[in-house]
């Protein structure tokens, strides 16, 4: 029996666990001794087909990491680096589509000072992750581009919609001088835009979200959420959504949706309370500025309505999905796995579906969380 049943699913975040040497294959001859590690001190890539040989070494093997799809994470999760793998375990899972985002990509390894390197090295990223995903329809890459600078940008996105990325992910970081809706950037929205690609803005593609002196309070600093250094802990939590909030609120208030009336996004791990709260929080700001701001008063919708026809976005598992779906109306949300990472948890469709219990959210309702609003995002017939 599949994890998932009685309804179409699409999941809107799942990710790669990369080997160490992931991109090197896919990068140009010309910067491909310049690679640092993807992973430093990681998986390598005999360790990884190690794990999935002694999966393959037996049946029984086989089939306890099936029965265990959603405990499993990691490097020791089904498919978690090994497309045909990851093609059993949608099967598995019952999941008709999938993105699939980078993990290492979202933190600073990948992060060059030489440009040329950089986007190299970014371009050898979206290679690979076309790749993993060119073998199996259900899964759909979410390619990279980097704002730092707007002319490589705009190279990049052409490149990933041409290797066929069904998204593309842009951090939600302020680019060096200029913000991500000045007209330099035109190029990477129209691109995105005339190719009926979405953006994506996902966790990790911000800054810092404390101040480091804030984690100065006299105790050892505990373990992250996955008990190592890199992930978050709750006062990072509590500020997550400081960056996606702003960075899409920027792209609502100068316009850019009025410029480039089909561009569609998504916010993805970074939960969807606070999506509540800046619906009427945008509304109020074009109320109270429109007059010192005659930019404001040139909108041709209000703010709130371009996030109901251009933006969606991901919940946690243990947010109350019922209750924001209840705020905010059908059309916002999206079903979400994190899959294979820890952070998705073991059960979030029975987490999802006990607060739509709750909150006597109905059926159809439920199929636009699951699937339709997945769909309409990218245009597909499921």
């Known amino acids: ?43 390598t890539r005999d360790k990884a087909e190690a794990v999935v040989a002694k999966r393959n070494s037996h049946p029984k093997f086989a089939q306890r990491s099936a029965d265990e799809i959603m405990n499993r994470k990691g490097y020791e999760a089904l498919g978690a680096w090994d497309p045909t793998e990851r093609s059993r375990a949608l099967d598995v899972l019952g999941f008709q589509r999938q993105l699939v985002f980078t993990s290492a990509g979202l933190f600073p390894v990948l992060i060059y000072e030489d440009l040329d390197v950089y986007y190299g090295a970014v371009r050898a990223l979206n290679r690979a992750m076309v790749e993993f995903c060119s073998e199996d329809e259900r899964l759909m890459a979410v390619g990279y581009v980097p704002l730092v600078d707007p002319e490589r940008a705009v190279t990049e996105t052409r490149f990933a919609v041409e290797a066929g990325c069904a998204a593309v992910m842009v951090p939600t970081v302020a680019p060096p001088d200029r913000s991500p809706t000045h007209p330099d950037y035109d190029g990477v929205w129209d691109t995105l835009a005339m190719a009926g690609v979405p953006f994506a803005v996902h966790i990790g593609g911000g800054g810092v979200l404390l101040p480091p002196a804030f984690r100065n309070n006299g105790r050892p600093v505990p373990p992250d959420f996955g008990g190592g250094g890199e992930n978050i802990r709750s006062k990072d939590f509590i500020g997550l959504h400081r960056y996606p909030e702003m960075f899409l609120s920027l792209l609502v208030l100068d316009g850019l949706f009025d410029r480039f009336p089909s561009l569609k996004g998504a916010s993805v791990e970074q939960g969807a309370e606070w999506v509540v709260t800046l619906l009427r929080r945008l509304d109020q700001a074009q109320d109270a500025f429109r007059k010192t701001e005659p930019d404001l008063a040139d909108l041709k919708l209000r703010p709130s309505e371009y996030v109901r026809r251009h933006l969606r976005f991901t919940p946690f598992p243990f947010e109350d999905v019922g209750w924001i779906t209840e705020q905010v109306g059908p059309e916002l949300l999206l079903f979400s796995t994190d899959y294979p990472h820890v952070e998705g948890g073991r059960d979030p469709l029975g987490r999802f579906e006990r607060s739509f219990d709750a909150a006597g959210t109905p059926e159809d309702v439920r199929r636009r969380f699951y699937s339709q609003n997945f769909a309409e995002l990218f245009g597909i017939t499921v």
């Open 1 to 43: 029996m599949t994890y998932a049943t009685g309804r179409v699913y699409l999941d809107a975040d799942s990710h790669v666990m990369e080997t160490a040497d992931w991109i090197v294959d896919h990068a140009d001859p010309s910067i491909r001794d310049r690679l640092r590690p993807l992973i430093p001190g990681g998986f």
